[in-house]
């Protein structure tokens, strides 16, 4: 769940916004408070004075879905202790759920993740007997002329969402049947987002897709004037040189050449990519439908650090997908020992209705064997980021300052451009002020820095 920072006008209802899942998810309540501030709401962070209580949900998992069924529960709490409170399920799981959650949960308002600009409608037009729903995918839409309302509380990262949907279909995931097809936005009013987020003080924005690297807007009258995603990073980029550009998520098989060198070529290009792999065995990437096999992928580390030797590489990794053998789960563990990522997001295989692993592939590995080998990732992967953090003692690096440490309000914290934390005692810098720090000791999470100034 995401923290928000709230406005209060106490003669406006207010909305309390709770979300859940991706950083796509996160862009999207900012695009919802959006439409709702227009429509007179004002956003507080106190459930108790809400009158219109939002969960914006993800369906990527069933442990994200089953946290929903618990809020829904405490949400109508505040519906038997005061009157005119509306309740609504916003995001992948409305599109996903919509029939379940309108039956019996005293959900008032249920709206998938292309229809927030009918929000006030279904707000208006809710009664007692009578709840709002608009689950419609669309093709089109990218919300591209809504300006965000930034709900982060440092003013100092953004992120802006330059394509909707998925096209790739991979066998295990939901997202394309609750995000729909790909579509990307306008390039113009992307810059136009980073240069206003820029103006008002941002220092970093991190440009958002299921698959950034697909990212391509055609232009009608003049084809010409097409811009894929590494022309569109470019233009991000030269913005202005103290403006850092993050994107996420990159898929492996369409990252090219050119987005690696335009990365290389352009210092406030932040030099980090999360490429997914998922699995380390190619029979098991084949049965993912993820259009790539192990060569493919390592080929590709490879080009990223041949051109960019530092940059830093993320991941994330599935354990026990169907039918996942003893030496496909191996063949996981190779791989990282290989790649050695900084990190990774790293989960146990969730079965989601309506995806073509759960029609066409039997769930056949066994809970406690999926926890087994999730726990054997884990323990793997704490030992490659100590070793990826070991290589950086000695270095320097220019970070951008996020604030106080938590674990020492006396040190400040922030990312280099390889996006991993850095922690160093404060020679009175503020947040979103850059400084020089020079490593000199880490952990698997944390390098620990002295601060140059």
Not at 45 to 74: H, K
Not at 234 to 259: C, G, N, Q, W, Y
Not at 260 to 280: D, E
């Amino acid at each position: 769940m995401t923290d928000i920072k709230p406005i209060i006008d106490p003669t406006k209802p207010k909305v309390y916004i709770e979300t859940y899942g991706c950083q796509m998810n996160v862009n999207d309540s900012e695009v919802i408070l959006s439409i709702l501030q227009n429509a007179g709401y004002v956003l507080t962070e106190d459930m108790d004075q809400a009158n219109l209580i939002l969960a914006n949900t993800c369906s990527i998992r069933d442990n994200a879905e089953q946290r929903i069924w618990g809020r829904i529960d405490q949400f109508k709490l505040q519906k038997k202790k005061r009157d005119n409170v509306l309740i609504g399920i916003v995001g992948c799981m409305a599109e996903r759920l919509k029939d379940r959650l309108l039956d019996g949960h005293d959900v008032d308002i249920v709206a998938g993740p292309d229809s927030y600009r009918s929000l006030p409608g279904l707000i208006a037009a809710v009664r007692p007997d009578s709840p709002q729903i608009n689950v419609m995918l669309s093709h089109e839409e990218t919300y591209a002329d809504i300006s965000p309302v930034r709900m982060d509380k440092n003013g100092i990262s953004a992120f802006i969402s330059i394509m909707r949907g998925c096209n790739n279909v991979c066998s295990y995931c939901v997202v394309p049947y609750t995000r729909g097809a790909e579509r990307s936005r306008d390039p113009q009013t992307i810059l136009n987002e980073a240069q206003q987020l820029f103006e008002n003080g941002y220092k970093e924005i991190t440009l958002l897709g299921q698959n950034v690297d697909s990212y391509l807007w055609k232009d009608a009258q003049t084809p010409d004037k097409d811009v894929n995603f590494a022309q569109l990073l470019e233009m991000v980029a030269k913005i202005d040189p103290d403006l850092r550009v993050r994107f996420s998520t990159s898929h492996p098989k369409d990252i090219s050449d050119e987005v690696i060198y335009t990365m290389a070529m352009y210092p406030n290009i932040c030099k980090h990519i999360h490429l997914p792999v998922q699995s380390g065995s190619s029979v098991m990437l084949e049965k993912m439908r993820r259009k790539y096999d192990r060569e493919w992928y390592l080929e590709r580390v490879r080009k990223i650090r041949s051109v960019i030797p530092d940059c830093g590489i993320t991941t994330d990794v599935i354990a026990g997908f169907c039918g996942e053998t003893l030496q496909d789960h191996q063949d996981t563990l190779s791989l990282m020992e290989e790649v050695v990522f900084d990190s990774a997001f790293m989960f146990a295989y969730s079965e989601r209705p309506g995806t073509l692993a759960s029609r066409k592939y039997p769930d056949d590995i066994p809970y406690q064997e999926k926890t087994r080998r999730l726990n054997e990732i884990i323990a793997l992967q704490g030992r490659m980021s100590l070793k990826s953090n070991e290589k950086e003692i000695g270095k320097e690096f220019r970070v951008l300052v996020e604030g106080p440490s938590k674990k020492n309000p006396d040190e400040l914290c922030g990312r280099a451009s390889n996006n991993k934390m850095c922690v160093f005692p404060s020679l009175g810098e503020k947040p979103g002020d850059y400084t020089h720090v020079k490593v000199e000791s880490v952990t698997s999470a944390t390098l620990i820095c002295s601060n140059l100034g």
